[in-house]
């Protein structure tokens, strides 16, 4: 059966950046930033993001492009005779299926609030009151239920429809629609009276705040937000490798993700910032600032159920992009591996998702008393899973597969990462592949445990 491909570059592309770009892009980046100096944490950033997200999300592409298959397939086709690289494509099909256990959970919050604000649920809500709408949300395993169930359903009708005439058109309006938002929001909380002080303390290098957080935190921060942001090593961007065309290299198409999904990032906090500045608000991480802070500050705001509608309609698109390309993958992995049809790996795969989805849910609510080592809830332990052991530790694999004689070999990542127009990656960093790099996602791994 002839391997689907994408319709355009820009298909790609935008798909591509939708499975990178996500929550963390929103609730963690700016927040981090902030605390960590700044623009000098963004210079980190960056300089992270050029020496080790760039040239591990080539390998990735480069395994799927040269395979034309999805993770298990990919690395038969390219493992010399006898070993056993393969085995690690069946832990970024379980990686991609964790993820989706709790993903679905986080992104059926952000519709769930976006109808909340369009239906006008907090209009002339006292502040105070605020936190009971997130805090009365966990605690109904029905409404929790109904979100996840319709970001399960949607999630893989899309997918259902094949790649060019799902994925690709669905991403690539979402991703057109999502880059408009973030522009349009980001210009009005410019605006606001005060923006300028958020903008300041945002992204102007404060060397008080970065010697007080230290600086060997602020580089480690940076090393982690540059590492985590693509969510490489499960296999996620691979399978888009396998549907892309020879034309362009991979490192051209690697810069051009990677400056997309940090645009996001940067413009996230555009948002955030200066609108909390502006109405003495203090910005804080992770759930609390999107479903707590944030509509504190639109509550405060001139037509704030507009801006409020549209900063969750924007949310909603930047999570549910991620959900669909990792479906994809794993459908294109039951596609690959048991010759199923599109339609039956969809309907397949989405009841397992669904069924396996309902811990997370349950886990905020009639199994709240559930926890995992750390004291952790359902939630907190399949992402701790995910994020600090499968995304590092397939990284690893992916890169020391590329590099080393005893996986595909350099030789041919390069020809197969050079091939096409654009900006080549150098022969003389291979020293720097096989040596350095490795000890740089060992550092990410053995931080995060």
């Known amino acids: 059966m002839k391997r689907e491909s994408f319709g355009s570059r820009l298909g790609f592309l935008l798909v591509s950046v939708g499975c990178a770009v996500g929550i963390g892009n929103v609730w963690k980046f700016p927040y981090v930033t902030g605390e960590n100096g700044g623009g000098i944490f963004v210079l980190f950033y960056l ?7 760039v040239p591990v999300l080539t390998m ?7 395979s034309r298959k999805s993770a298990v397939l990919g690395y038969k086709a390219l493992e010399k005779p006898g070993t056993r690289w393969h085995i690690h494509g069946w832990f970024c099909v379980l ?9 679905t959970t986080v992104s059926g919050w952000m519709l ?28 109904s395993p029905g409404e ?9 359903l ?42 300028g002080e958020g903008v300041r303390f945002y992204l102007l290098p404060d060397m008080e705040r970065a010697a007080a957080a230290g600086i060997g935190n602020v580089i480690t921060a940076a090393m982690n937000q540059a590492f985590f942001t693509l969510s490489l090593g499960i296999a996620a961007m691979e399978v888009f490798g396998s549907y892309m065309s020879r034309e362009h290299t991979l490192t051209s198409e690697a810069v051009r993700i990677c400056a997309l999904d940090t645009f996001v990032a940067l413009m996230a906090g555009l948002i955030i910032f200066p609108a909390c500045f502006s109405f003495g608000v203090q910005p804080d991480s992770g759930p609390s600032l999107i479903f707590q802070t944030l509509p504190k500050v639109f509550l405060n705001m001139a037509g704030g159920r507009l801006w409020g509608t549209l900063f969750f309609l924007f949310m909603t698109f930047a999570s549910f992009s991620t959900v669909i390309a990792v479906f994809e993958n794993l459908m294109a992995n039951s596609i690959d591996n048991f010759g199923w ?6 309907l397949i795969g989405g009841s397992f998702i669904l ?16 926890t995992f080592p750390g004291g952790r809830n359902v939630l907190d332990f399949e992402d701790f899973l995910v994020s600090n052991l499968l995304l590092p530790l397939g990284s690893l694999v992916y890169l020391l597969f590329c590099v080393t004689k005893w996986g595909w070999g350099f030789d041919q990542y390069l020809a197969e990462a050079n091939t096409g127009k654009g900006l080549k990656m150098p022969r003389w960093l291979k020293p720097y592949f096989q040596f350095v790099l490795p000890v740089l996602i060992l550092v990410i791994l053995v931080q995060g445990l």
């Open 47 to 53: 300089l992270f993001l050029l020496i080790m997200g």
């Open 60 to 66: 990735e592409l480069a395994v799927g492009r040269a």
């Open 95 to 103: 990686g991609c299926a964790l993820l989706m256990m709790y993903y």
């Open 112 to 139: 769930g609030y976006f109808v909340k604000f369009a239906s006008g649920t907090f209009s002339g809500m006292e502040a105070g009151a605020v936190d009971g709408v997130f805090l009365a949300m966990q605690e």
């Open 144 to 152: 929790m239920s109904l979100w996840m169930v319709l970001t399960v």
């Open 154 to 195: 949607g999630g893989f009708l899309v997918c259902s429809f094949g790649l060019q005439g799902g994925l690709e058109k669905v991403t690539k309006g979402m991703m057109l629609g999502l880059l408009g938002l973030i522009a349009l929001l980001a210009v009005h909380s410019l605006t606001l009276e005060g923006a």
């Open 341 to 346: 049809s599109r339609k039956k790996a969809a």
């Open 355 to 370: 069924i396996a989805s309902f811990p997370c849910v349950l886990g905020f609510n009639l199994w709240s008393g559930v």
